[in-house]
């Protein structure tokens, strides 16, 4: 590292949307290195930024402001800075806006204040014992001292309690920093695991070499539902440890992933270190130093966690790679798993991509052999691979308003007379999808968005799905003014709960959709319940495709197994077929085996055929095909330009002008403008323009090129999404 001489000036790079770092002038006496971070006059205010290479000298020097001072916190490490630029660079945004990303949380720069925490008085008084203040004495047993709030929380009482415990003199106050308090148990590498079977003990093997020497490199670990990838790749996890360094897991929905925070402790004693969107703002300040200060060793996030600034990053693990909730969709547009596999390469080391399903263009880079791949073909133990079925619902007989067919309800029938499980997946939340006027037809659609607004019967309105805009049902129709003329078209969960009542009026149901599971504590308590057989049925959206493990579900059932087929997506079928396997995956993951009924109208389409022949090879090889032929993506590259503003003629207007300076060259095709399939969203007008490129163009230099031609009126805003998933 260099450090720079009292006369220097140097780029400091701050967290804005703005271009590049700025010149600043480092008064004598302040030493600095790249890294630091810094405060700085930035117009009228102060602003935090960080040190962040030469000065590019583009400023006058009678112009130069002085750099106010540097603070008390870790440097940003360099791999963090590289990361950023990289990162900035390939998604075509402000380096100082993925900067923001890494530095979310403004407060954790400044020194943690000492805070009063509890611990066990170990001469405690005679004081009156109940079942709270127990739990509260059982947490601390073991356990570091923690303050008030959060030993309430952790034993699940009231904050009266702990205050209660402490004045009858259970407990008593020491002073301590916050962040020694929140970390909880440190994981414990040399906690024996459990016993591996042979492919396991092969696969985890070559994951702990590649920890073990470090250096880059990517392995996808490709195994089906229940094989044990988890305690697989918790063998690397027990390397990094050992060998000092940090780990970072990714999550696709960390919030819902009890069930894996509870085998993580389980595995090696201790916790990791969540990080996720559903943190208090005092954990999030506390989690951040502490990974940059390198005493978080495990964290466990969803894709932001990607830039927390680890000193000693030494293995990343992304969980469910394929899945598409790594990509993020607003701000810096940047799919998680892609970055990741930068984020390893720039600090080399490993990463292992973990799927029973993987993405296609991961498949694709072990069959080029930039990826090495390790399989594990068979469920742990004795468990099965479930049967799967296609119910073809054209043969079926179906009563109006009924979407369980008389297979489907058989099936039911035999699974709750024998005692176990069944869960029913809709990936729709809500009592019905549409809701319209039976007089004139008319569609109740949100006023901010081009979409229908969807019945939430439990909440007892009807809310859009995009912005959170919501109404009580109308009894009249705004159009034809009828009054009670509307009739709810389609299921979503809630309706489908209402059919399964009707059939089997005594089994005890559960609805896990976004809506009703919000939040980890909920999550936790969902899973509890069915681990402990509270509950018959699970009528689930997606959120409970994701890796759980519930041994007495056997059946699994889709309703509508073509939901996601329809739409010009071109990973459609991909999606579709990964989303239904990952769901299949949930029966029979114990001794008994599992059953899964597909309810489609599309028997013979290549997904339905893939999944009931259990054939995921030749479906992949196919959907392969079919993009090399189109050069859609890995075989060519896709760039999407979304234009919005609130003004509608404006949004217009820059949409022709970016299509009127629109790159030319061998390779390079615009396909729009033309209005978003989501024209109006949260209030903003939307057009698209899509820019395709063969392989060997550099995309992102085209559009560098072609935003730097093109004036986008400043009331209007164009956001870069590279490698797009959404075409919406
Ligand atoms: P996957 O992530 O591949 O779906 P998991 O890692 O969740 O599979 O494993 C499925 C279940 O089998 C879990 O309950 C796990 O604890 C258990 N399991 C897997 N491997 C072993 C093993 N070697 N010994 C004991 N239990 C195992
Ligand atoms: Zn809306």
Redesign the pocket.
Known sequence: MTSFTKTDKTGVMLPLPLGSAYDYRVPAGLSLSPGDFVAVPFGPRRAIGVVWGEAAGDVNEAKLKDISGKLDCPPLPEVSRLFIDWVARYTVSAPGAVLKMAMSVPDALMPPKPVTAYALNPSPDDFKMTPARQRVLAVLTGGPPRPAAELAREAGVGPGVVKGLAKAGGLVPVTMTPDAASLGREPDWETPG????RD?KDAAGILEDATETSGFSVTLLD?????????VYFQAVAIALKQGGQVLVLLPEIALSAQWLA?FRARFGGDPVEWHSDLTPSRRRHTWRAVAEGRARVVVGARSALFLPFPDLALIVADEEHDTSFKQEDGVIYNARDMAVVRAQLGGIPIVL?S?TPALETLLNTDNGRYLTLH?PDR??DAVPPVIENIDMRAEEMASQSWISPTLQDALKQTFAGKEQAMLFLNRRGYAPLTLCRTCGHRLQCPSCTAWLVEHRHGGRLQCHHCGYHAPSPRQCPECENEDTFAACGPGVERLAEEVTSLFPDIRTVIAASDTVAGPKAAAELVRRIEDHEVDLIIGTQIVAK?Y?FPLLTLVGAVDADLGLTGGDLRAAERTHQLLYQVA?RAG?AERPGRVLLQTYMPEHPVMKALQAGERKTFMAAEAESRRLAQMPPFGRLAALIVSGTDVGVVDAAAQRLSRTRPSADGVAVLGPAPAPMALLRGRHRMRLLLKTSKDVNIQAVLRDWLARAEVPRKARVQIDVDPYSFL
């Open positions: 459990p016993d591996l079977s396991q195994g089906v539902p229940g094989s044990g990838k988890t305690e085998r973990a029973a594990l742990h133990g890796g493990h995956g993951r």
